[in-house]
């Protein structure tokens, strides 16, 4: 069982940054792609952005697309979303997901983490 861990969310003003970081317990993230999700209250469980185990081909939705950038340190075992120019509409959780398969759907992702809070205020 794979089970993940997400770091760094927060309060920040509209325009501001943050960074997340995602990262596995007791086991390495070799070979398992990655993705980040979010979910904001009464709203369903959105894709943002995914990316290879071996660091290529990074995807993602256009609702962040040129704002927020996805990477990963294999050697950390360590992924992490960079998050510029926040909007107050990105608040929401925050959520890392593994898979063995290249996806953007939900249901393709069996390993999650718990989740962090990113609110962004006006």
């Known amino acids: 069982q794979v089970q993940l861990a997400e770091s760094g969310g927060g309060l920040v003003q509209a325009g501001g940054s943050l960074k997340l970081s995602c990262a596995p317990s007791?086991?390495?993230?070799?070979?398992?792609?990655v993705a980040w999700f979010r979910q904001a209250p009464g709203k369903e469980r959105e894709f943002l952005t995914r990316?290879?185990?071996?660091?290529?081909?990074?995807y993602y939705a256009d609702s962040v697309k040129g704002r927020f950038t996805i990477s990963r340190d294999n050697i950390k075992n360590t992924v992490y979303l960079q998050m510029n120019s926040l909007k107050p509409e990105d608040t929401a959780v925050y959520y890392c997901?593994?898979?063995?398969?290249?996806?953007?759907?939900?249901?393709?992702?069996?390993?999650w983490g718990q989740g962090t809070q990113v609110t962004v205020s006006s």
């Open positions: 007791g086991h390495s993230f070799d070979y398992f792609n």
């Open positions: 990316i290879e185990w071996s660091g290529a081909s990074p």
């Open positions: 997901a593994a898979s063995g398969i290249v996806s953007s759907r939900v249901r393709d992702y069996p390993y």
